[in-house]
């Protein structure tokens, strides 16, 4: 499954942004999504994502109320809404997904994902 992200950009402090991922594989009956973000010299930490059937969604702390992660079912794509951005959520954006329908604390976890996007750089200048 290869995953195709897209929807980066530049854009000023509290401007928004909509990022999409779009997998290379059909639909699954189970799995999970989510969205990762990757500053310069940091880890790779989590930002949103949702299980199906039914779960979700989940968000970072520091996104909630901000972001939204959202799936269109017949386009296969998933979004991650992006609203009243700040200079600290630069980063490279990841989407990842899996077939297993994940734990709830596994869906934080970045090794309990199977496949990734190649990235998509979001830079909020403030």
């Known amino acids: 499954v290869q995953l195709q992200a897209s929807g980066g950009g530049m854009v000023q402090a509290g401007g928004s942004l909509r990022l999409s991922c779009t997998p290379s594989?059909?639909?699954?009956?189970?799995?999970?999504m989510g969205w990762f973000q990757q500053a310069p010299g940091k880890e790779r930490e989590f930002v949103a994502a949702?299980?199906?059937?039914?779960?979700?969604?989940y968000y970072a702390d520091s996104v909630k109320g901000r972001f939204t992660i959202s799936r269109d079912t017949p386009k296969n794509t998933v979004y991650l809404q992006m609203n009243t951005l700040k200079p600290e959520d630069t980063a490279v954006y990841y989407c990842?997904?899996?077939?297993?329908?994940?734990?709830?604390?596994?869906?934080?976890?970045?090794?309990?994902?199977?496949?990734w996007g190649q990235g998509t750089q979001v830079t909020v200048s403030s």
């Open positions: 990842a997904a899996t077939t297993r329908r994940l734990i709830l604390s596994n869906t934080h976890n970045r090794g309990a994902y199977d496949y």
């Open positions: 949702f299980r199906w059937p039914g779960g979700g969604p």
């Open positions: 594989a059909r639909t699954f009956s189970s799995g999970t």
